[in-house]
Protein backbone atom coordinates (compact mmCIF):
# COMPACT_ATOMS: atom_id res chain seq x y z
CA UNK A 1 0.00 0.00 0.00
CA UNK A 2 1.12 3.34 -0.93
CA UNK A 3 0.87 6.16 1.32
CA UNK A 4 0.43 9.98 0.41
CA UNK A 5 0.08 13.06 1.83
CA UNK A 6 -1.76 16.08 0.54
CA UNK A 7 -3.02 19.63 1.33
CA UNK A 8 -5.09 20.83 -1.55
CA UNK A 9 -5.92 24.53 -1.94
CA UNK A 10 -9.67 25.39 -1.68
CA UNK A 11 -9.20 29.49 -1.03
CA UNK A 12 -11.54 29.74 -4.00
CA UNK A 13 -14.04 27.88 -2.02
CA UNK A 14 -14.95 30.12 0.74
CA UNK A 15 -15.24 33.75 1.62
CA UNK A 16 -12.36 34.23 3.50
CA UNK A 17 -8.86 36.71 2.78
CA UNK A 18 -6.14 34.18 2.94
CA UNK A 19 -4.99 30.27 2.27
CA UNK A 20 -7.52 27.74 3.26
CA UNK A 21 -6.36 23.96 2.81
CA UNK A 22 -7.21 20.43 3.26
CA UNK A 23 -5.24 17.62 4.68
CA UNK A 24 -6.02 14.57 2.54
CA UNK A 25 -4.02 10.88 2.86
CA UNK A 26 -4.59 8.77 -0.31
CA UNK A 27 -4.03 5.13 0.47
CA UNK A 28 -3.41 3.75 -2.64
CA UNK A 29 -3.71 -0.07 -3.60
CA UNK A 30 -1.15 -2.00 -6.44
CA UNK A 31 -1.85 -0.79 -10.06
CA UNK A 32 -2.81 -4.73 -10.45
CA UNK A 33 -5.07 -5.24 -7.72
CA UNK A 34 -7.58 -2.49 -9.05
CA UNK A 35 -10.50 -4.21 -9.98
CA UNK A 36 -11.82 -3.59 -14.00
CA UNK A 37 -13.97 -0.33 -12.47
CA UNK A 38 -11.95 1.72 -10.11
CA UNK A 39 -13.31 2.93 -6.92
CA UNK A 40 -12.24 5.52 -4.56
CA UNK A 41 -13.78 5.95 -1.36
CA UNK A 42 -13.54 9.80 0.46
CA UNK A 43 -14.08 9.23 3.62
CA UNK A 44 -14.70 12.39 6.42
CA UNK A 45 -14.79 12.40 9.93
CA UNK A 46 -17.06 13.14 12.98
CA UNK A 47 -16.73 16.26 15.38
CA UNK A 48 -13.42 15.47 17.01
CA UNK A 49 -11.77 13.44 15.28
CA UNK A 50 -9.86 13.74 12.57
CA UNK A 51 -8.89 11.90 8.92
CA UNK A 52 -6.87 9.07 11.13
CA UNK A 53 -9.95 7.67 12.24
CA UNK A 54 -9.87 6.05 9.03
CA UNK A 55 -6.51 4.30 9.77
CA UNK A 56 -6.35 4.09 13.58
CA UNK A 57 -2.91 2.46 14.76
CA UNK A 58 -3.84 1.52 18.55
CA UNK A 59 -0.65 0.27 20.43
CA UNK A 60 -0.68 -3.39 21.02
CA UNK A 61 -4.16 -3.83 18.66
CA UNK A 62 -4.43 -4.81 14.65
CA UNK A 63 -7.10 -4.79 12.59
CA UNK A 64 -8.50 -0.99 13.74
CA UNK A 65 -7.60 0.60 10.19
CA UNK A 66 -10.44 1.01 7.87
CA UNK A 67 -7.96 2.29 4.83
CA UNK A 68 -5.99 -0.71 5.20
CA UNK A 69 -9.28 -2.98 4.81
CA UNK A 70 -10.19 -1.32 1.95
CA UNK A 71 -7.01 -0.37 0.21
CA UNK A 72 -6.34 -4.65 0.41
CA UNK A 73 -9.92 -5.37 -1.81
CA UNK A 74 -8.33 -2.98 -4.31
CA UNK A 75 -10.28 0.12 -3.52
CA UNK A 76 -7.98 3.57 -3.24
CA UNK A 77 -8.89 5.35 0.06
CA UNK A 78 -9.18 9.15 0.63
CA UNK A 79 -9.45 10.34 3.84
CA UNK A 80 -9.68 14.59 4.74
CA UNK A 81 -10.16 16.50 7.23
CA UNK A 82 -12.99 19.14 7.07
CA UNK A 83 -11.75 23.28 7.12
CA UNK A 84 -10.90 23.70 11.25
CA UNK A 85 -10.49 20.28 11.52
CA UNK A 86 -7.19 18.03 12.29
CA UNK A 87 -4.51 19.08 9.77
CA UNK A 88 -6.74 21.22 7.61
CA UNK A 89 -7.15 25.41 8.14
CA UNK A 90 -7.94 26.59 11.46
CA UNK A 91 -7.92 30.31 10.98
CA UNK A 92 -11.75 30.81 10.36
CA UNK A 93 -13.06 27.84 12.87
CA UNK A 94 -15.84 30.17 14.63
CA UNK A 95 -16.43 31.71 11.31
CA UNK A 96 -16.87 28.48 8.72
CA UNK A 97 -20.65 27.12 8.10
CA UNK A 98 -22.01 24.16 6.88
CA UNK A 99 -22.21 25.00 3.69
CA UNK A 100 -19.19 26.40 3.23
CA UNK A 101 -17.02 22.74 4.66
CA UNK A 102 -19.33 21.35 1.95
CA UNK A 103 -17.92 23.79 -0.82
CA UNK A 104 -14.30 23.64 0.07
CA UNK A 105 -14.57 19.33 0.71
CA UNK A 106 -16.23 19.47 -2.82
CA UNK A 107 -13.43 21.05 -4.32
CA UNK A 108 -10.25 19.33 -2.92
CA UNK A 109 -12.29 15.86 -3.52
CA UNK A 110 -12.38 16.91 -7.22
CA UNK A 111 -9.21 18.26 -7.46
CA UNK A 112 -7.73 14.54 -6.09
CA UNK A 113 -10.36 12.63 -8.55
CA UNK A 114 -8.94 14.50 -11.46
CA UNK A 115 -5.56 13.45 -10.94
CA UNK A 116 -6.28 9.84 -10.31
CA UNK A 117 -8.27 10.14 -13.46
CA UNK A 118 -5.81 11.64 -15.45
CA UNK A 119 -2.47 9.42 -13.51
CA UNK A 120 -0.98 12.47 -12.14
CA UNK A 121 -1.51 11.56 -8.07
CA UNK A 122 1.30 8.32 -7.79
CA UNK A 123 3.61 7.09 -10.89
CA UNK A 124 2.26 3.55 -9.45
CA UNK A 125 -1.11 4.00 -10.88
CA UNK A 126 -2.02 4.48 -14.75
CA UNK A 127 -4.46 6.96 -15.58
CA UNK A 128 -8.10 5.85 -13.94
CA UNK A 129 -10.82 7.89 -16.11
CA UNK A 130 -13.79 6.18 -15.65
CA UNK A 131 -12.91 6.00 -11.45
CA UNK A 132 -16.44 6.10 -9.82
CA UNK A 133 -16.38 8.33 -6.48
CA UNK A 134 -17.65 7.25 -3.40
CA UNK A 135 -18.63 10.03 -0.23
CA UNK A 136 -18.90 8.49 3.12
CA UNK A 137 -18.57 10.65 6.53
CA UNK A 138 -19.34 9.65 10.08
CA UNK A 139 -21.14 11.50 12.11
CA UNK A 140 -20.20 15.29 11.36
CA UNK A 141 -18.67 14.01 8.44
CA UNK A 142 -22.48 11.99 7.16
CA UNK A 143 -23.84 15.60 7.98
CA UNK A 144 -20.92 17.56 5.41
CA UNK A 145 -21.30 14.32 2.90
CA UNK A 146 -25.33 15.20 2.44
CA UNK A 147 -24.62 18.59 1.69
CA UNK A 148 -21.78 18.17 -0.65
CA UNK A 149 -24.07 15.76 -2.53
CA UNK A 150 -27.19 18.15 -2.13
CA UNK A 151 -25.44 21.23 -3.72
CA UNK A 152 -22.24 19.77 -5.45
CA UNK A 153 -23.38 16.73 -6.93
CA UNK A 154 -19.45 15.68 -5.45
CA UNK A 155 -20.33 11.79 -5.73
CA UNK A 156 -21.81 8.99 -7.80
CA UNK A 157 -23.00 7.48 -4.27
CA UNK A 158 -22.43 8.01 -0.67
CA UNK A 159 -22.83 6.51 2.66
CA UNK A 160 -23.49 8.78 5.24
CA UNK A 161 -22.57 6.62 8.83
CA UNK A 162 -23.76 7.04 12.41
CA UNK A 163 -25.62 10.73 11.16
CA UNK A 164 -29.56 11.17 10.85
CA UNK A 165 -30.96 13.27 7.50
CA UNK A 166 -34.16 13.55 10.20
CA UNK A 167 -32.94 14.72 13.79
CA UNK A 168 -29.48 13.40 15.21
CA UNK A 169 -29.94 12.74 18.66
CA UNK A 170 -27.58 11.45 20.89
CA UNK A 171 -28.86 8.29 22.70
CA UNK A 172 -28.29 8.18 26.95
CA UNK A 173 -28.64 5.82 29.65
CA UNK A 174 -32.01 6.76 30.45
CA UNK A 175 -34.88 8.67 28.61
CA UNK A 176 -34.13 11.71 31.28
CA UNK A 177 -30.43 12.33 30.59
CA UNK A 178 -31.72 11.58 26.44
CA UNK A 179 -34.58 14.75 27.45
CA UNK A 180 -31.85 16.75 29.15
CA UNK A 181 -29.76 17.31 26.15
CA UNK A 182 -32.51 17.98 23.59
CA UNK A 183 -33.88 20.68 25.65
CA UNK A 184 -30.59 22.13 25.93
CA UNK A 185 -29.70 22.09 22.22
CA UNK A 186 -32.65 22.90 21.58
CA UNK A 187 -32.28 26.50 23.24
CA UNK A 188 -29.04 27.05 21.88
CA UNK A 189 -28.72 25.41 18.64
CA UNK A 190 -30.60 28.20 16.65
CA UNK A 191 -27.91 30.56 17.26
CA UNK A 192 -26.13 32.21 14.33
CA UNK A 193 -22.77 30.08 13.75
CA UNK A 194 -20.42 33.20 15.57
CA UNK A 195 -22.52 32.82 18.72
CA UNK A 196 -22.17 29.16 19.00
CA UNK A 197 -20.21 27.52 21.71
CA UNK A 198 -18.90 23.45 21.71
CA UNK A 199 -17.98 23.87 24.88
CA UNK A 200 -21.80 25.00 26.04
CA UNK A 201 -23.28 22.30 23.95
CA UNK A 202 -21.27 20.02 25.29
CA UNK A 203 -22.62 20.69 28.81
CA UNK A 204 -25.79 19.32 28.35
CA UNK A 205 -24.96 16.00 27.36
CA UNK A 206 -24.78 13.85 30.52
CA UNK A 207 -22.08 10.54 29.49
CA UNK A 208 -20.17 10.35 26.04
CA UNK A 209 -19.06 7.00 26.31
CA UNK A 210 -22.27 5.78 26.50
CA UNK A 211 -23.14 6.55 22.98
CA UNK A 212 -19.62 6.78 21.73
CA UNK A 213 -18.56 3.06 22.66
CA UNK A 214 -19.99 -0.43 23.17
CA UNK A 215 -19.18 -2.36 26.29
CA UNK A 216 -16.31 -4.21 24.51
CA UNK A 217 -14.45 -1.69 23.51
CA UNK A 218 -10.65 -2.88 24.81
CA UNK A 219 -10.33 -0.24 28.04
CA UNK A 220 -6.90 1.06 26.99
CA UNK A 221 -8.13 2.21 23.31
CA UNK A 222 -11.63 3.76 25.16
CA UNK A 223 -8.81 5.22 27.88
CA UNK A 224 -6.84 6.57 24.91
CA UNK A 225 -10.02 7.86 22.99
CA UNK A 226 -11.55 10.01 25.87
CA UNK A 227 -9.19 10.61 28.38
CA UNK A 228 -8.18 13.84 26.63
CA UNK A 229 -11.22 15.41 27.05
CA UNK A 230 -14.22 15.50 24.77
CA UNK A 231 -15.78 17.02 21.98
CA UNK A 232 -13.28 19.66 23.38
CA UNK A 233 -9.64 17.77 23.97
CA UNK A 234 -7.24 19.08 25.98
CA UNK A 235 -4.87 16.53 24.53
CA UNK A 236 -5.76 14.46 21.48
CA UNK A 237 -5.01 10.57 20.42
CA UNK A 238 -3.34 10.34 16.84
CA UNK A 239 -7.03 10.18 15.33
CA UNK A 240 -8.41 12.94 17.34
CA UNK A 241 -8.83 16.79 16.76
CA UNK A 242 -8.16 19.76 19.52
CA UNK A 243 -10.56 21.98 17.47
CA UNK A 244 -14.25 21.48 16.33
CA UNK A 245 -15.94 23.75 14.23
CA UNK A 246 -18.82 25.28 15.90
CA UNK A 247 -21.34 24.78 13.30
CA UNK A 248 -20.95 20.93 14.04
CA UNK A 249 -23.30 22.00 17.01
CA UNK A 250 -26.19 23.15 14.38
CA UNK A 251 -26.11 19.66 12.78
CA UNK A 252 -27.99 18.25 15.27
CA UNK A 253 -31.08 20.53 14.95
CA UNK A 254 -33.93 18.67 13.28
CA UNK A 255 -34.35 18.85 9.70
CA UNK A 256 -30.81 21.50 9.33
CA UNK A 257 -30.36 18.89 6.06
CA UNK A 258 -33.88 18.07 4.98
CA UNK A 259 -33.68 19.97 1.30
CA UNK A 260 -29.80 18.63 0.48
CA UNK A 261 -31.11 14.92 1.60
CA UNK A 262 -33.89 15.12 -0.86
CA UNK A 263 -32.09 16.56 -3.51
CA UNK A 264 -29.65 13.69 -4.22
CA UNK A 265 -30.25 11.37 -6.71
CA UNK A 266 -27.60 9.03 -6.45
CA UNK A 267 -27.33 5.75 -5.12
CA UNK A 268 -27.43 6.28 -0.43
CA UNK A 269 -26.41 3.55 2.09
CA UNK A 270 -27.40 4.83 5.76
CA UNK A 271 -25.56 2.90 8.03
CA UNK A 272 -25.38 2.93 11.88
CA UNK A 273 -24.43 0.62 14.84
CA UNK A 274 -26.95 -0.88 17.30
CA UNK A 275 -26.72 2.13 19.65
CA UNK A 276 -26.57 5.48 18.03
CA UNK A 277 -28.00 8.81 16.69
CA UNK A 278 -30.76 8.46 14.51
CA UNK A 279 -33.73 7.66 16.45
CA UNK A 280 -35.98 5.57 13.87
CA UNK A 281 -33.11 4.27 11.78
CA UNK A 282 -35.97 2.63 9.58
CA UNK A 283 -37.11 6.42 8.53
CA UNK A 284 -34.61 7.51 7.73
CA UNK A 285 -34.54 6.10 4.12
CA UNK A 286 -37.96 8.86 3.98
CA UNK A 287 -35.37 11.09 3.64
CA UNK A 288 -34.23 10.10 0.42
CA UNK A 289 -37.00 11.22 -1.53
CA UNK A 290 -35.10 11.41 -5.25
CA UNK A 291 -32.81 8.88 -5.14
CA UNK A 292 -34.10 5.42 -6.24
CA UNK A 293 -31.81 3.37 -4.45
CA UNK A 294 -31.68 4.08 -0.66
CA UNK A 295 -30.07 1.23 1.48
CA UNK A 296 -30.21 0.99 5.59
CA UNK A 297 -27.75 -1.45 7.19
CA UNK A 298 -27.45 -1.74 11.19
CA UNK A 299 -24.64 -3.30 12.62
CA UNK A 300 -25.21 -5.30 16.01
CA UNK A 301 -23.21 -4.32 19.00
CA UNK A 302 -21.75 -0.88 17.51
CA UNK A 303 -22.23 2.46 19.21
CA UNK A 304 -21.96 5.68 17.47
CA UNK A 305 -17.96 5.54 16.68
CA UNK A 306 -18.14 2.61 14.15
CA UNK A 307 -14.41 2.02 13.59
CA UNK A 308 -13.64 1.14 17.31
CA UNK A 309 -16.40 -1.82 17.84
CA UNK A 310 -15.71 -5.26 17.22
CA UNK A 311 -17.70 -5.59 14.81
CA UNK A 312 -16.10 -2.46 12.87
CA UNK A 313 -15.43 -5.26 10.02
CA UNK A 314 -18.79 -5.98 9.20
CA UNK A 315 -19.63 -2.36 8.40
CA UNK A 316 -16.29 -2.11 6.24
CA UNK A 317 -17.56 -5.13 4.15
CA UNK A 318 -21.15 -4.11 3.69
CA UNK A 319 -19.48 -0.40 2.82
CA UNK A 320 -16.68 -2.01 0.48
CA UNK A 321 -19.53 -4.51 -1.57
CA UNK A 322 -21.75 -1.42 -1.93
CA UNK A 323 -19.25 0.47 -3.21
CA UNK A 324 -18.04 -1.96 -5.96
CA UNK A 325 -21.87 -2.69 -6.61
CA UNK A 326 -23.16 0.85 -7.14
CA UNK A 327 -19.89 2.10 -9.23
CA UNK A 328 -20.65 -0.58 -11.72
CA UNK A 329 -24.26 0.22 -11.83
CA UNK A 330 -23.82 3.92 -12.28
CA UNK A 331 -20.88 3.60 -14.64
CA UNK A 332 -20.10 7.61 -15.72
CA UNK A 333 -18.91 10.02 -13.74
CA UNK A 334 -21.63 12.67 -11.55
CA UNK A 335 -23.00 15.60 -13.60
Not at 128 to 136: D, K, Q, T
Request: with cysteine; charged share 15%; net charge negative.
Amino acid sequence: MQKIELRIDVSAAVPYPGTHEIAMTAYLPPAHALPPQPVAIFASPGGGYTRHYYDMQPPGHAGYSQADAHVRQGTIFISYDHLGVGGSSTENLREYTVAQLAAANDSAVRDVAARLEGGRLSTALPPLPGLARIGIGQSMGGCVTIVMQGRHETFQAIAPLGYSAIHTVLPQRDAAERQRGLDHHAAIGAREVGAISVEEASRGVVDFVYPFHWDDVPADILAADMEGGYPLRRTAPAWGSLTVPPCAVTMMTPGVVAAEAAAIKVPVLIAMGERDVCPDPHVEPSAYTGSRDVSLFIAPRMAHMHNFASTRVRLWSRIESWSRRVAMDCGSSPQ
